[in-house]
T-cell receptor, first 114, second 120 residues
């Protein structure tokens, strides 16, 4: 059982380039999330999705876009990479049910923008 | 808006010592959920515990225990007889149930994290 899979694990981008961070989960979870973790800080929510075709902004959405065409996949796109987007990105998913179920996290994507 | 504060940035202990990680939260919701996650040096996030706001019973799991006190808005985490393998960053997080029958969709607000180093 793979859980939440993120690709790539590492990436270096030049300023102004674009890229897509991939996230796939095989647990049939309705809810999916993207967080970023800056050095010495906690995770901050970028975007989230409650089901296929439904997405919404989190705390720090500027500079990012998402889509959710299937239950399994929730890619995060950076259109014009900026140094401020250097961070570790985590994708997570959770079951849609009562009591706010724990989120399952991927292993993260470490992104550097130079 | 909700907020989670972990005032201890770094803690260093010697193996077998007990250590307590503090977590203080702010929320306007009467129903909410508190979590602890562990991030070992390998970088992944590991779920440790979830606590509902209406259940103040403390919990023990092996060497881990959690003390939830609504009166002080705290959800502290204690490791008894610490081991080198406990070295990690520990995050406390809050998820609100939502306002007036709505839902927050499980979104988490994280504290800044506490770096725990256990020396042999």
């Amino acid at each position: 059982n793979a859980g939440v899979t993120q690709t790539p694990k590492f990436r270096i981008l030049k300023i102004g380039q674009s890229m897509t961070l991939q996230c796939t989960q095989d647990m049939n979870h309705n809810y999916m999330y993207w967080y970023r973790q800056d050095p010495g800080m906690g995770l901050k929510l970028i975007y989230y999705s409650v089901g296929a075709g439904i997405t919404d902004k989190g705390e720090v959405p500027n500079g990012y876009n998402v889509s959710r065409s299937t239950t399994e996949d929730f890619p995060l796109r950076l259109e014009l990479a900026a140094p401020s987007q250097t961070s570790v990105y985590f994708c997570a998913s959770s079951y849609r049910g009562p009591l706010n179920q724990p989120q399952h996290f991927g292993d993260g994507t470490r992104l550097s923008i130079l | 808006a909700q907020k989670v504060t972990q005032a201890q940035t770094e803690i260093s202990v010697v193996e077998k010592e007990d250590v307590t990680l503090d977590c203080v939260y702010e929320t306007r919701d009467t129903t909410y959920y508190l979590f602890w996650y562990k991030q070992p040096p390998s970088g992944e996030l590991v779920f440790l515990i979830r606590r509902n706001s209406f259940d103040e019973q403390n919990e023990i799991s092996g060497r881990y225990s959690w003390n939830f006190q609504k009166s002080t808005s705290s959800f502290n985490f204690t490791i008894t007889a610490s081991q080198v393998v406990d070295s990690a960053v520990y995050f406390c997080a809050l998820s609100e149930a939502g306002e007036a029958g709505g839902t927050s969709y499980g979104k988490l607000t994280f504290g800044q994290g506490t770096i725990l180093t256990v020396h042999p």
